[in-house]
């Protein structure tokens, strides 16, 4: 990846009035949670950091305070494991897509710009996934085998998973509900795609056609 390291101009503003800020060699690099598409910090780049990026797959930034290279997270251990990395039109900025081992800001927040912690938006971004897959049918892929296996297989890992989440919640931890609950979620997704239905579908059946949450609503809007 080509990229123009250079000084930044014209980035003067009330939040960063010192131009010694913006030093020779420097991009900008935005990382982004790879799983929900929430931003979570800006850093700076020079060609080292962004080359020790690449070799060690976690996000390396060059420090203007300190005038050194810093992995995220070498004090934390909050990393940020790089999945992918985007170049602009320009070639002089970057969007980092990464997983986050932790929180990103130093304060503990999952972001330096506050946003939420992951929610329900993932699943509609796993749901595209699976289609994709679906779609593509990519080589060494678990949710490839499903579909190659057909909806008899697809049902059966539903009613497995349904059943593991009982047991888990009558006799087991409370982190094994959440795990197998997330292994339930995750084959309906793969079987509402198998069957071509939209998750749109089911989240409009349950916000418009249910009496109980149509009550549930009615309710909370009114609180």
């Not at 790089?82 to 969007?95: H, Q």
Request: with cysteine; aromatic share 8%.
């Amino acid at each position: 990846m080509k990229l123009n390291f250079k000084k930044l101009r014209g980035a003067t503003t009330e939040c960063v009035n010192q131009e010694d800020q913006f030093s020779e060699g420097l991009i900008p690099a935005i990382v982004q949670d790879s799983s929900t598409m929430q931003v979570l910090m800006l850093g700076f780049m020079n060609e080292e950091a962004y080359k020790k990026t690449i070799q060690t797959g976690k996000v390396t930034f060059w420090s203007r305070e300190r005038k050194c290279i810093w992995q995220k997270g070498e004090t934390s251990g909050n990393f940020l494991e790089v999945t992918e990395i985007k170049k602009d039109c320009d070639n002089d900025s970057l969007l980092i897509l990464a997983n986050p081992k932790g929180p990103t800001c130093h304060t503990g927040k999952y972001s330096c710009f506050g946003n939420k912690e992951p929610n329900a938006l993932f699943l509609k971004e796993l749901f595209s996934i699976i289609k994709s897959r679906k779609e593509k049918m990519p080589k060494n892929s678990y949710t490839t085998s499903l579909f190659e296996k057909g909806i008899n297989e697809i049902v059966k890992k539903v009613g497995e998973e349904s059943v593991e989440v009982i047991i888990a919640a009558k006799s087991e931890s409370r982190k094994r509900v959440i795990e197998e609950s997330g292994d339930l979620l995750y084959h309906l997704l793969v079987l509402l795609a198998e069957k071509e239905i939209d998750l749109e579908e089911v989240i409009k059946e349950l916000t418009q056609k249910s009496p109980k949450f149509q009550t549930a609503f009615s309710i909370s809007e009114r609180v």
